[in-house]
């Protein structure tokens, strides 16, 4: 694995458990994005890793199913799981001390960013 993909897949863990702590998002609106976009992984590698990474507490049955069809990266997972926990610890600390209206605002500002993105890329879809 190249430096730059490990400098990528730090900065979405980071990225998203800071947003996960802050506003309480991360894994479909940053880790899937950041592994399409950043990594190169296809849309369900991404799914399935971004699942792999939360395995624990939500999506072991539907990893399960993502990893028997080979769309799981464990390495790639692994860092960014690692980073998240960190992320989350310092998106969380911060956010007690944000006004919420502030955070809503931010919360719905990325949803938006987030959804025009992943809408512009999948456009290809309909030219098929």
């Known amino acids: ?6 400098i990528y897949l ?10 996960s702590g802050f506003i309480g998002i991360g894994g479909g609106i940053i880790i899937v994005p950041g592994l399409l976009y950043l990594v190169g ?3 369900l590698q991404a799914q399935g ?9 939500i999506g072991i049955l539907a990893f399960m ?6 769309n799981v990266d464990l390495k790639v997972a692994s860092i960014v799981a690692v980073t998240f926990v960190i992320g989350g610890l310092i998106g969380g600390k911060y956010a007690q001390k ?8 931010i ?3 990325v949803m938006i960013i987030v959804a025009i993105k992943m809408i512009f890329s999948g456009w290809k879809f309909f030219s098929n």
């Open 41 to 43: 992984l296809t849309q």
């Open 98 to 105: 944000v006004d919420e209206n502030l955070i809503k605002l």
């Open 1 to 6: 694995m190249e430096v730059s993909t490990i």
């Open 10 to 19: 730090v900065l979405i863990g980071v990225s998203a458990g800071v947003l």
């Open 65 to 70: 199913q993502y990893y028997k069809a080979g």
């Open 107 to 109: 919360f719905g500002a």
């Open 49 to 57: 890793t971004s699942l792999a990474l939360m395995l624990p507490p």
